[in-house]
């Protein structure tokens, strides 16, 4: 019970002092949330009150189901970019379908990521490599912050990747609304200088440290009010800067998502994409912070947690919501104590939704565009290309062709790229398990690799130490290597396959071995086996593999040489036992 | 040089002797291979000469480039269904456009595997786990089977799976042509009975064990002639058995696949999968044959034979070719000592076409579908599906999954399936690295599991040893477990990695010791490694990791329990050194 509902863990134990942090924290975030929550639902191409509804009901079952202490989930910058390519493919901007559509993308996305908890999947989000992963949130930084420079600029666009982007701006270069220009570019530079002065700048005037945490967290809300009075008061909408709008009030109405079953197979890809990525930043910002506390996260309950949200999310008329990084850091820096904080945000942000809204009828769209301009720019690590490139080439090409994919032709066919490259790569990397041709030290029964040690062999004995456990990407070379070293050695008669570090053999690997003695066999080499350990005894003794083998099985590669070959071993045993009180080396 | 044209390394040494022998083994190959050409040219869809063309120039270029003295290569029967499924989708078979897609298929899986060859990519064929190969071949003969039933009925139909060729012969049921069953039945009966005892009843009624041979595969080319002329002789074409018709005499003029950009983005995929599947194929039977022999092939010039092979049939008017298993063993059992014995089939198969196509004008298609049938019923091995479950049942779900899709949905989607399912599972099963927490041996300098062995550990003190290279897919897991182990014990204050057998560690598991570094640090935990390999410690030097690394990096283990807890090992060491003349225990 408490592992499907880590609530009842902490909320035993809440108390007046919890309460009064968790709220403190709750009252930054809402502060930091609302104008976040609304510029993320325009990216995502959603009405802005959207934005709002996705920050209620997620916060409130991240609460109940998650096991994080300090995450905040709600709608994220690429969540957003990725919900605004799924839906643009399929239908226009401001359609009723295209909000339906978004809806039924978190739902979902929602239940896979239920299922993958259920089914304790979580292993599933190793197939995004660091590289690809960190590449992709780089490339898609990129793309939001150029998509932004349209609505910062007075001008429409739509594009999903860079160069769709830069050419409809460069289109448009005769249409500039140098008065959405004069609103946002001051916005924009405020909001980018208070990020990382206007805490000390507050301070130096003498303002106590949690006011002033309060005050310059609330500099988004500070440059949202100054341009919306100002294009109020000067009427600017009419000069051609484009607001926000009639926001409806009140709290959204719980629905269904549309059950259509054709749309569900089109968007089925991104909400897997959408479900993972944001699965994966979770997780690492929570397991991140849980640390800071020694705290600990349970990954497959987050999935159900993330689950959980996305579904509240749908139902209540939102769209996708992850884990933010920003936020969460911001809630635990502001102490918040529990989940509950993230429940007081969402009463905040409730309490937006009622009585807020008619003051953003005249919010200019430029200073939300700003906003996330500044938010996102924390997103893009160019240097993380030169430090992978100086760790791993290899991986840094996965890297590469991710954000050269991302910001060239889409996010979806970005991510993908990086999933596949980093697959071949992986199995490339694996496809060598590593062998070791070997030999006896004298005068011990310790056995070394023949390039590295002076160790004696057996004429007509050949023995390989096999240091990996063999699947299907790595079976075949073992084939390859035994036939190579048997067809260059006429005089091998014995082959012994040495298995002390060979954990687990798959159905490919057994055909391998198989094959391995028949192919031995026709060439008159007997195969045998050595150290070979308890659980993959056992599976051998299920097939065919055993009966047919044309040698024996040893328990000790020692008792191999000695049945094998034993005028060597009574020849190097009798030599004095100098070796053996060395610890074994690596090898 | 040698190594691109293997035909050097042994043309030098070609006598008088190997000679008789190829042309023998050519003799015998080639009378099997005409039907079979002529039958796998109708199941892709293809004129019955384009068979033919195909068996030509491959098996000259084969022997030039292929390292396998007894590999055959032509039209098989999965690359001839892989064939029909892809072009099926873009246009109807009959037409000029069918026919060029087809030669195009040839010529860009000639590509890809020339290109893969060169770049030695031959470690993309591990992709196919040997369920999903074995399953994906059962399931294929399976639907070859079934599609030549409606050929043996006299009906039409063109399904790609198996339900949709059941329903066209259910549909079509009334309009049976009991002619064309008349000739096909005793046919498929006589073919199957020919497999295995023609040659033995030959052999009793005293033809030498040389003739009985020759004449016991000629039992197809038997079969046609006496279905032929029951045809002419009986005038059955007039009553609706379906023949060959006119076939063009003379050898096809070389060409170029058309080129067109659009077509060649469409049968991308399909090429690629005919590529590794048929190769994959060639060189399991190019292996087992060479190593009845103590030969060696060269997995990577095989795939530049292969995509030579496949360019070579295309330019020359022909479809996708692979090496065939059951005519490479004919070939090799037939005496084959080179790849001359190719050659000389080729020059077999151009004086077929030369003169031999007038005679098939009346050759039932009944007759190529009997053919068809005896000759895929041995690639169908449901038994597998037992033996790979009683030694792994997750081995054996991918299979049956790989059977199903390909069965009920298409060849396609089948082997992508179980591509996909092979490598999920693989992921699965390598997301969890091997780690043991160590205690000291008393007495030692040894490690051993604490759950294993009775050893003494150091109060504060955490030693991990990790048993595998960490990469990707398995990096998060060890975050995971460090993390839940420094959280449920307080006490912890160092912690030490132990690395003996960790050959490589990627970016992301990199990241991952970062994260453990930070997440330790931030806990109060100092983070130590120990046993590092060169070249796990030379990447490392390439990072931040060892100057951000909280503890020390030690060069054994022991020197780490030395510097970390000295009063625990001057405490074991004191005690008799019993134990140091074991041998290492694999553990």
């Known amino acids: 019970m408490q592992r499907y509902f880590p609530i009842l863990t902490w909320s035993r134990s809440y108390d007046r002092d919890m309460l009064g942090q968790d709220l403190l924290a709750a009252l930054i975030v809402t502060i930091m949330l609302i104008p976040q929550s609304l510029a993320y639902a325009l990216l995502a191409g959603l009405p802005a009150e959207v934005g709002l509804y996705a920050s209620i009901a997620p916060l409130i079952l991240y609460a109940i189901f ?20 799924a839906i643009g493919k399929l239908t226009a901007q ?58 910062l600029l007075g001008i429409k666009a739509s594009g999903h990747n860079l160069h769709e982007i830069l050419a409809e701006i460069w289109a448009h270069l005769g249409n500039i609304s140098f008065a959405t220009l004069a609103l946002g570019l001051p916005a924009l530079g405020f909001l980018y200088w208070s990020r990382g002065n206007l805490k000390g ?21 500070a440059a949202i009010t100054a341009t919306t009075l100002a294009t109020y008061l000067f009427n600017l909408s009419a000069a051609g800067v484009p607001i926000v709008g009639e926001v409806p009030t009140g709290l959204p109405v719980p629905t269904l998502p549309p059950l259509d079953l054709e749309l569900w197979s089109q968007i089925a890809i991104p909400a897997l994409l959408i479900s993972v990525v944001g699965y994966v930043e979770t997780i690492s910002v929570a397991q991140t912070l849980a640390a800071k506390r020694r705290q600990r996260i349970d990954p497959d309950q987050e999935l159900i947690a993330l689950g959980a949200c996305n579904i509240g999310s749908a139902v209540s008329g939102g769209f996708a919501v992850t884990g933010g990084f920003s936020r969460s850091v911001v809630n635990f820096d502001a102490g918040a104590q529990t989940p509950a904080a993230g429940a007081f945000t969402a009463v905040g942000m409730a309490l937006a939704t009622l009585f807020l809204t008619p003051m953003l009828f005249f919010l200019p769209k430029a200073t939300l565009a700003a906003t996330i301009i500044v938010a996102v720019l924390t997103l893009v690590d160019l240097g993380a290309i030169k430090r ?37 790569l992986h199995l490339y990397r694996t496809s060598r398990p590593h062998v070791a041709i070997v030999g006896q030290v004298p005068g011990t029964e310790h056995f070394r690799n023949i390039d590295r040690h002076a160790v004696i062999t057996a004429p ?10 063999l699947y299907f990407p790595n079976a075949r070379f073992l ?9 260059e050695d006429p005089s091998v008669k014995d082959l012994i396959l040495m298995f002390p570090a060979v954990n687990a053999v798959d159905s490919s690997a057994l055909e391998s071995l198989e094959a391995i003695n028949h192919m031995l066999r026709d060439s008159g080499v007997t195969l045998h086996l050595s150290e070979v350990k308890g659980p993959v005894m056992d599976r051998f003794r299920r097939s065919p593999f055993l009966s047919e083998l044309s040698g024996r099985i040893f328990l000790t590669q020692y008792d191999a040489m000695r049945a094998l070959a034993p005028e060597l071993t009574a020849r190097t045993l009798s030599a004095c036992r100098r070796d053996t009180q060395r610890a074994p080396e690596a090898s």
Not at 101 to 107: D, Q, S
Not at 204 to 217: C, E, P, W
Not at 405 to 423: C, D, H, M, P
Not at 479 to 487: C, L, N, P, T
């Open 66 to 85: 998650g096991t994080s202490r300090a995450l905040a989930v709600g709608p994220v910058a690429v969540a957003s970019l990725m919900t605004a390519a």
């Open 94 to 151: 401001g359609t009723p379908e295209y909000y339906g559509a978004a809806v039924a993308l978190a739902f979902l996305s929602g239940l896979m990521l239920l299922g993958m908890g259920v089914l304790r999947l979580g292993f599933m989000a190793n197939f995004l490599s660091h590289p690809v992963i960190s590449g992709f949130i780089t490339a898609s930084g990129l793309v939001i912050a150029a998509g932004q420079l349209p609505q």
């Open 201 to 221: 700048w507050l301070q130096k005037r003498g303002i106590s440290g949690a006011s002033a945490t309060i005050l310059s967290r609330a500099a988004p809300i």
């Open 388 to 424: 992978t490139f100086a760790y791993s080439r290899t991986d840094a090409a996965a890297m590469v062709a991710t954000i050269l994919v991302t910001l060239g032709v889409g996010v979806e066919q970005g991510i993908l790229a990086g999933v596949a490259l980093s697959l071949v």
């Open 460 to 469: 007509g004995v050949l023995t390989i130490r096999v240091d990996e456990s």
């Open 479 to 487: 084939e390859d290597f035994i036939q190579d070293r048997v067809a």
